[in-house]
């Protein structure tokens, strides 16, 4: 079956625009991660939706970051401003969530490359 | 607060000899850890996970992880190394009670022929 899907692949764009990256996950998950993978902090938790509970948005590095999933399946990761140092990988995951288990797998998608100059 | 710590940035092996992937963790319970790979332009796979079942998991490509609370590690094995090993490796925790994953830095393994 299909994957998790994001797009565009590659985004380049000029400081201070506002982007956004879209992710399609896997059909039938209820859970979405996004995460940012960039040479200098590695691989970093970003926002995660779980059904119609309320986003953990712990990671998000500032208020110009924001993510909305709509009708409980794609996802949008919207970046306002954008600094050379949102430069990155930006890589969605999602996972098929069964109460009571220890491990859901989170399955990636294959991400898109922000370059900001 | 859940961490994971790779020990080397870059490992380098020749084919068909073996690989170890060093990771050490910190949990303030028992973790959920796991090892991802990510092959140059492709999305991260997962390798294998521990949730607290056998200490000696099997994942796939014929690598295994041993979790071991003493040495609190849980290094990445294969008894022979094959060219398309080459890639990127993290190991991971799971946060908690929560569902978001820890990387470590990654391992970047080499493989010469």
């Known amino acids: 079956g299909a994957g998790v899907s994001q797009s565009p692949s590659n985004k380049v764009t000029e400081k201070g625009k506002d982007v956004e990256l879209r992710c399609d996950p896997i059909s039938g998950h209820t859970a979405l991660y996004w995460y940012r993978q960039s040479l200098g902090q590695g691989l970093e938790f970003l926002i995660y939706?779980?059904?119609?509970?309320?986003?953990?948005k712990s990671g998000l590095p500032s208020d110009r970051f924001s993510a909305e999933r709509t009708g409980g399946s794609v996802s949008t990761l919207t970046i306002q401003r954008t600094q050379q140092e949102d430069s990155a990988v930006y890589l969605c995951?999602?996972?098929?969530?069964?109460?009571?288990?220890?491990?859901?797998?989170?399955?990636f998608g294959p991400g898109t490359r922000l370059t900001v100059l | 607060a859940q961490s994971v710590t790779q020990l080397d940035s870059h490992v380098s092996v020749s084919e068909g000899t073996p690989v170890l992937l060093r990771c050490n963790y910190s949990s303030s319970y028992s973790p959920s850890l796991f090892w991802y790979v990510q092959h140059p332009n492709k999305g991260l796979q997962l390798l294998l996970k521990y949730t607290s079942a056998a200490t000696l998991v099997k994942g796939i490509n014929g690598f295994e992880a041993e979790f071991k609370k003493s040495e609190t590690s849980f290094h990445l094995t294969k008894p022979s190394a094959h060219m398309s090993d080459a890639a990127e490796y993290f190991c991971v925790v799971r946060s908690g009670g929560y569902n978001k994953l820890i990387f470590g830095a990654g391992t970047r393994l080499a493989v010469h022929p």
């Open positions: 995951a999602s996972s098929l969530e069964i109460r009571g288990s220890r491990y859901n797998e989170q399955f």
């Open positions: 939706f779980q059904g119609n509970s309320a986003p953990d």
